[in-house]
């Protein structure tokens, strides 16, 4: 951001603060670099020119609804604007046509009622207070309009509210294109119902957010000729594998796993379960509730859910045998075998869980166990067997639960595909991107990576319309400008997408 040229003794302006991040002041006085403030909490505070912000004093005391009408678009004026909109239960904002979404951390009905979707429903962008609904409505006239197909993108941090958002565009697009009165449930219905089995295997509770969605997710809803949905298809990324075996206090594992240990009891006995605090993958942190939930009560609404969106008795059954086994095989441990770098199952407690595993998928327990403690190499001349040493034997009984579990989700939303059901014939598509943002953490893995090129690639696509596409309009308008100084990664993208063709295109 530019340093402010229009800063004097009188200026109202803001200056960084550790606890607000920004307080409003008055420049007392200014000796080379140094702008001494005077804040409205009376203290005296002296920051670099260059961090010293204009405040607008005639900004209108409820903010503005469209922050391009702002007179200082700077990071204190857009949160100050954003703050005093909220104040007043407008969590709602427009930037040109980008909706800025507060996350009120309450239920607001009466935001999404029918009544308010009908008010919504052909209104002129703009013509009302900024909503969700407007940006839905606008994707879905464009498409009626040009017959063109659109993307809404959801983005922001863990907990910002983007799978709620997600869930209000779909209800608002399955109020304009949905059929009433058909027999059956319809593709909308089966769309919105497939959320509680998403979320009960993709997500799970983290530091931020209770239920955070450990997936991103495309979904593309059909329409046919008339605008009438006719189909639709969910597409998942990135499904976070590492919390299948590895968590730590005060955050859980996938739903799912509580879910099938407060099962009822008949259903515990089948599967051989006892309580979440017996299996490592889920004691590993000392978390194994969430306030206010009902994880007996999740387990049986999630089996409704299913039903609803079609899985089959059977069906439900071999899942709920997947997830036990993997609680199973996180129990099965190692010790030191006869032979060096060798490994044999520790003890009778092992054993036990090497054959209930084996036993719930179907599979020769031996071959389990040899599967867990022996590597398989096939070289072009022969097949080399080798022992690992129990270290080694953990990290491939950990491979095999994490790859057991995103094989189960990727199946488990291909069923859901299956039985929404996609239309060949659709003419036009809305498609709704629900991707989780920015990851860093004190260790970052190979996950954080792909989450992190994946959202340094929609920044570069928000960059281009945003900035890139809107300067050079003005450029060939011959419009007199200031160039916006934004941070352009595309050098980094590109070093990274080279590399990738290179490892592809490697023998
Ligand atoms: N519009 C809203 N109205 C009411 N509550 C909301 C709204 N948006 C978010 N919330 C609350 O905030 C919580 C977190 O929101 P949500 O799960 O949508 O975040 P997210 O951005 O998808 O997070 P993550 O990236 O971790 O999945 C929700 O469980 C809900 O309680």
């Given at each position: 951001m530019a340093s402010p040229v229009n800063i004097v003794v009188g200026s109202h302006v803001w200056v960084e603060d550790p606890v607000l991040a920004w307080i409003d002041g008055e420049v007392l006085q200014i000796n080379g670099h140094d702008v001494h403030v005077r804040t409205t909490s009376g203290k005296k505070v002296v920051a670099n020119v260059s961090k010293v912000f204009p405040k607008d004093t005639e900004a209108p005391p409820g903010g503005v609804d469209d922050m391009t009408r702002l007179s200082y678009l700077h990071e204190p004026g857009v949160l100050q604007n954003l703050a005093m909109r909220y104040e007043l239960n407008e969590i709602y904002t427009y930037t040109g046509n980008i909706l800025i979404a507060v996350n009120p951390f309450q239920r607001l009905p009466h935001l999404y009622d029918t009544h308010m979707m009908g008010q919504y429903k052909g209104a002129g962008f703009g013509e009302l207070s900024p909503h969700v609904f407007a940006v839905a409505d606008v994707a879905y006239r464009a498409m009626i309009n040009e017959g063109k197909s659109n993307s809404i993108l959801v983005s922001g941090e863990s907990g910002a509210g983007k799978t709620e958002t997600t869930k209000m565009l779909m209800r608002y697009l399955a109020y304009l294109g949905g059929r009433s009165g058909i027999e059956g449930?319809?593709?909308?219905?089966?769309?919105?119902?497939?959320?509680?089995?998403?979320?009960?295997?993709?997500?799970?509770?983290?530091?931020?957010?209770?239920?955070?969605?450990?997936?991103?997710?495309?979904?593309?809803?059909?329409?046919?000729?008339?605008?009438?949905?006719?189909?639709?298809?969910?597409?998942?990324?990135?499904?976070e594998r590492s919390r299948v075996c590895q968590i730590n206090t005060p955050e859980r594992n996938y739903h799912c796993f509580y879910l099938l240990c407060a099962a009822p009891q008949e259903e515990k006995d089948k599967y051989k379960l006892e309580s979440p605090e017996s299996f490592h993958y889920l004691n590993q942190?000392?978390?194994?509730?969430?306030d206010g939930v009902d994880d007996s009560l999740e387990y049986l609404a999630t089996r409704r859910a299913m039903d609803i969106v079609g899985i089959s008795e059977d069906e439900q059954e071999a899942?709920?045998?997947?997830?036990?086994?993997?609680?199973?095989?996180?129990?099965i441990d190692f010790i030191k075998g006869q032979e060096?770098?060798?490994?044999?199952?520790?003890?009778?407690?092992?054993?036990?869980?090497?054959?209930?595993?084996?036993?719930?998928?179907?599979?020769?327990?031996?071959?389990?166990?040899?599967?867990?403690?022996?590597r398989v190499m096939v070289t072009p001349e022969e097949v080399i067997t080798r022992t690992l040493d129990p270290a080694s034997a953990i990290v491939s009984r950990d491979g095999l639960a994490k790859t057991l579990y995103s094989r189960l989700f990727d199946w488990l939303v291909e069923k859901i595909n299956v039985s929404i059901g996609q239309d060949p014939n659709s003419k036009s598509l809305i498609g709704v991107l629900d991707i989780y943002g920015f990851e860093s953490f004190k260790c970052n893995s190979f996950e954080q990576f792909c989450i992190n090129f994946t959202n340094e690639k929609l920044q570069q696509h928000f960059n281009q319309h945003v900035f890139k596409m809107e300067q050079e309009e003005y450029t060939k308008e011959e419009i007199n400008w200031s160039y916006i100084e934004f941070i352009d990664n595309q050098d980094v993208l590109d070093l990274i997408e080279k590399l990738q063709l290179q490892a592809l295109m490697e023998p």
């Open positions: 449930r319809t593709v909308e219905q089966q769309v919105l119902e497939s959320n509680p089995v998403l979320e009960a295997f993709g997500n799970a509770k983290t530091v931020r957010n209770n239920n955070s969605s450990r997936f991103g997710k495309f979904v593309e809803i059909q329409f046919d000729k008339n605008g009438r949905i006719s189909g639709a298809a969910i597409r998942t990324y990135l499904l942190s000392k978390c194994f509730e969430l899942i709920f045998r997947v997830v036990a086994a993997i609680l199973h095989i996180g129990n060096i770098d060798s490994s044999a199952i520790k003890d009778d407690k092992s054993m036990f869980h090497l054959k209930t595993a084996a036993e719930l998928l179907m599979c020769d327990a031996k071959g389990l166990e040899d599967a867990l403690i022996k």
